[in-house]
């Protein structure tokens, strides 16, 4: 009998021990909104020894219908449903054990904004600003350094943190604004609690907080309410591949499936065409999707619906939190196809009228256009992603405006690419561009040469699609293909700086006349229903010259686009047009960037090395 009552004794001294030893660190999402599409909602719960707990939910319109338990078991993945009846406040979770309340969490349940649901994403109209936040504007000295993060501001190092934040882009929107751009597409602001080279931002270390070196979520969402009233989008970068390796799940993984694991180190091939090549081994495909990108980036695993379901619920958390306008999603085609397909669905179900833009870095439209909604394919693979990167497109205008005329060189290589537009499900909503954070500025592509930059803008704004301009491009910055040459400091972001070209305070003539021009152009575009919906039709290139035209089809108006590369003036017979233009040969223009009004009799001449850009009635 003693023998008993000691073991009794011992396994209630355990229990209450392992009782009390229960915690919750977090719960994510850390709230969820009313009237959502989907009713679901999966919670990640992390503490200690949580796993031993049950939720339980005392709601009349919150039902927990499962609860997920893995390997470890400092996690538990609650599912519930929302019912439509249920209203805005907060909800109490209550983990039990043995009928007793061990622990108890006050969930918030938030009012959905009424447009929600159809809020416009970024198309046509619009043009896209890049910007990378660490190195654009340093607008709050105070978070240079944050005890919390083990790297702090070496602004000497062009690969450390140089102290550009949120709030230097807040204090430069009416610059933004007035060069016309109608997007802002800010390179990853979330948690890089790396040691160093965390100032890039694609190494996430918490997928639900800004970096307080960048600021806070709450002026991150400040930053996307004073950015609307300028009629200005907020586009946030995501990245669903891979994690930093000083993300918090790193030091108490989820389950031993959460990543992409392998017995010694094992990249990526970067093989992205595998997906798609008819003759590709599996080894191969594995080896591209399952491989780490480099050491620092753990590969998630998004075979595992736990994993699957965090992300989707995550992206969708950051559209209602910070009233985005789109998504533009980092190293596409590496997550796992299934659930590339999935996560599309689902927040394009939640919100019809949004755009997300995929990274495909691929030389070949048939690999781009293979992921891109509504492209003829050799399967049934039914992606919903709405836009993708052309950096076909790009790569065809660097050849095209560096390499020297021949038959098959030089201004071909823009009939050539764009005449694989068939391939795509819609050509018009490819995000275009004459450079990125990832390759050479096209300054220092196109030899350090404004007057080919010029004729580069006057492309990428006229021709379809969405142009995006990378933060400085306007003034001519130089870059190679080094990270942290090509992510320079924008000039009079700092205090101190001597050149600033927010007001233009400092710049050489010809960095003013390019950001003059930038700001003609978009600010025109930003207003032409022709370039954001017309028809485009462009001529084989001839004698150096490459002409298009954006067009409806009563042609009442219309835009001619002439890329002059040759370092003469020449003169266009416009006869050759008659398809767009009619039999009449004479007409009434106006020249987009001087707005000057020019009578077109039967030619028109292009002076060189120019874009002429014409608008005719």
């Given at each position: 009998m003693q023998r008993l009552l000691f073991v009794l004794f011992g396994l209630i001294i355990s229990l209450s021990f392992s009782l009390s030893a229960a915690t919750i660190d977090r719960i994510e999402p850390m709230n969820w909104w009313v009237n959502m599409t989907n009713p679901k909602l999966q919670l990640m719960v992390h503490g200690d020894n949580i796993a031993q707990l049950s939720p339980v939910v005392n709601?009349?319109?919150?039902?927990?219908?499962?609860?997920?338990?893995?390997d470890n078991p400092n996690f538990m993945f609650i599912n519930l449903t929302l019912k439509p009846a249920l209203k805005a406040g907060t909800v109490n979770i209550d983990f039990v054990q043995y009928d007793e309340v061990m622990l108890s969490h006050a969930y918030p349940i938030l009012k959905r904004s009424s447009d929600s649901k159809q809020r416009q994403g970024f198309s046509s109209k619009d043009t896209i600003y890049l910007i990378t936040p660490d190195r654009f504007a340093n607008g709050d000295t105070s978070n240079d350094k944050v005890a919390s993060m083990s790297e702090g501001l070496n602004r000497s190092f062009k690969g450390g943190r140089h102290g550009g934040d949120i709030q230097g882009v807040i204090e430069h929107l009416d610059y933004i604004e007035r060069m016309g751009f109608t997007q802002i597409w800010l390179n990853p602001v979330l948690e890089n609690a790396m040691p160093e080279y965390s100032y890039h931002g694609y190494s996430t270390t918490d997928y639900?907080?800004?970096?307080?070196?960048?600021?806070?979520?709450?002026?991150y969402k400040q930053l996307s309410t004073k950015a609307n009233e300028k009629g200005v989008g907020l586009i946030m970068d995501v990245i669903l591949n891979h994690i930093g390796s000083e993300h918090w799940w790193m030091h108490d993984m989820p389950s031993q499936d959460w990543l992409n694991q392998h017995d010694n180190y094992t990249q990526t091939n970067h093989y992205r065409e595998a997906l798609n090549d008819p003759y590709a081994a599996e080894v191969d495909k594995a080896g591209f999707n399952k491989g780490w990108f480099v050491p620092t980036m753990p590969d998630l695993n998004q075979q595992n619906p736990l994993v699957a379901t965090y992300l989707t619920q995550n992206a969708i958390w950051w559209i209602e939190t910070a009233g985005l306008s789109g998504i533009r999603v980092d190293t596409y085609s590496y997550s796992d196809k299934t659930f590339l397909a999935d996560w599309t669905h689902k927040i394009m179900a939640e919100y019809p009228n949004f755009n997300i833009v995929g990274e495909e870095w691929s030389a070949s439209p048939a690999t781009v256009a293979y992921w891109q909604k509504d492209s003829p394919r050799h399967d049934d693979y039914p992606t919903q992603l709405p836009s993708?990167?052309?950096?076909?497109?790009?790569?065809?205008?660097?050849?095209?405006?560096?390499?020297?005329?021949?038959?098959?060189?030089?201004?071909?290589?823009?009939?050539?690419?764009?005449?694989?537009?068939?391939?795509?499900?819609?050509?018009?909503?490819?995000?275009?561009?004459p450079d990125n954070h990832d390759m050479a500025r096209i300054y220092t592509e196109l030899n350090e040469d404004?007057?080919?930059?010029?004729?580069?803008?006057?492309?990428?704004?006229?021709?379809?699609?969405?142009?995006?301009?990378?933060?400085?491009?306007?003034?001519?910055?130089?870059?190679?293909?080094?990270?942290?040459?090509?992510?320079?400091?924008?000039?009079?972001?700092?205090?101190?700086?001597?050149?600033?070209?927010?007001?233009?305070?400092?710049?050489?003539?010809?960095?003013?006349?390019?950001q003059d021009y930038t700001r003609k152009l978009f600010n025109w575009r930003k207003n032409s229903k022709l370039i954001h919906q017309g028809k485009l039709k462009h001529y084989n290139r001839q004698d150096g010259?490459?002409?298009?035209?954006?067009?409806?089809?009563?042609?009442?108006?219309?835009?001619?686009?002439?890329?002059?590369?040759?370092?003469?003036?020449?003169?266009?017979?416009?006869?050759?047009?008659?398809?767009v233009l009619g039999s009449d040969k004479n007409f009434t223009a106006r020249d987009v960037m001087s707005g000057e009004s020019l009578m077109l009799k039967g030619r028109v001449t292009v002076p060189a090395k120019q874009a002429l850009v014409l608008e005719i009635e």
């Open positions: 709601h009349p319109h919150i039902s927990v219908n499962s609860v997920e338990k893995t639900y907080q800004v970096d307080p070196r960048f600021g806070s979520n709450a002026l993708l990167m052309d950096f076909p497109l790009q790569i065809a205008l660097v050849k095209a405006l560096t390499e020297k005329e021949s038959w098959d060189k030089g201004l071909i290589h823009l009939n050539q690419t764009l005449a694989n537009d068939f391939l795509y499900g819609d050509p018009s909503n490819l995000v275009i561009f404004p007057a080919l930059v010029k004729m580069a803008l006057a492309f990428f704004a006229t021709t379809r699609g969405i142009p995006q301009i990378y933060y400085g491009t306007e003034i001519l910055m130089t870059g190679t293909s080094d990270h942290g040459e090509l992510r320079a400091d924008f000039p009079g972001g700092w205090a101190g700086d001597t050149i600033d070209a927010k007001s233009g305070h400092g710049l050489a003539s010809q960095q003013l006349d390019a010259m490459y002409v298009y035209f954006r067009y409806f089809d009563d042609q009442t108006k219309k835009v001619m686009v002439v890329l002059n590369k040759n370092t003469k003036s020449k003169t266009l017979d416009l006869g050759r047009f008659s398809e």
